[in-house]
Each structure stands twice: as C-alpha cells, then as structure tokens.
C-alpha cells in the first residue's frame, strides 16, 4: 500500500467515483438530495484525506440525465450539498466531473473512458496520473484508473463479484470502503 509519507508531499491526486464510493446506492438513481446518504466513516474518511493528497477529485456517470430522470440542475444541486456537509467535516473536494450521456454512447468522459481524468488535468495541470489513485466500487472505475496509467483500489460490493475476475485484472488494492484506505495509508 502506499504510505503516508509518500503521498504527503502533496504530489499525489485521489479520484473517487460517487455512487458506491461516497454515498450508498440505490436501485435506480439518486435523483435528489433526499436519495442521497453517505456511507458510514466516508465523511471522517474524506476529512483524513484531505490531509494526505494534494488534491481530491469525483468522476462519475451520470446516465440518469440522458435517461431524463434527472437533470443537470438536480445533479449539481446534490453536489453543493454533499460538498457542504463534506467541508463541515473538515474534508475537501477540489472538483467534481460528471459524465451524463448513456452507456450505449460509450462518451469520451464516460468511464470506463479517460475523458474525465484528461478533463481534470485540464483543470488541474499539476495532477500526474502516476501518483494518483481511483477508488471505485465498479470494474469501470478500475479500467478508467488503469486506461491513464493510476494505481486502483476497488471497494468490493456483491454486485460487482460476478465481475470479480475482471475486477482483479484491473484493481491494486481491495479494501471494504473509503475508511479502509486511509487506515492502510496511516498504517504503512
């Protein structure tokens, strides 16, 4: 695992997925605030490590707007919240990338494509895929962090395990969830 010190120079950019990764999923979409609730010891987990990475990025699919069940204004109005009570915790997100488009599209900035880790060194120049981390909870979080070079940590769900095979191809590090990293980063 990587250790504390290593990444503390600020060198190192942490990408994490939402849905699975931040808060819970549900079985559809988080179309509102109100679906929205954060997984348990991720708030405490971000506050951690905002300390360690220099910066900390969200990528995430968003398919529900080009389904037309939500729309941009809704998605971005669960962004402000959550980056709210994040920031209450005394965490930090530098940026949040959302792709909208169907799968069916397989769009430029639809992981498992590149486009949103390209979209964020844009924005962020100083960011170098080799010290950077994606966290995710699907086996299209751990191709997007591989498609550009990152180190992968998979946060293992069962509805990922029929995938588990192709998973392990593309995934360094398994852990439960979020807090589980910042445990192993502390440890080491």
Known sequence: MINKDYIEGKDWTLFLDRDGTINKRVEDYVTTWDRFTFIEGVLEAISACSSFFGKIIIVTNQQGIGKELMTHDQVNDIHEKMLEVIEYYGGRIDAIYYEPSLAIYEAFGRKPNPGMAYFAKRDFPSIQFKKSIMVGDTLSDMQFGKAVGMKTCWIKNKWEMKNYDSISE??????????????KIKSV
């Open 170 to 183: 593309f995934t360094d590090y398994e852990i439960e969830h979020l807090k589980e990293l910042v445990l």
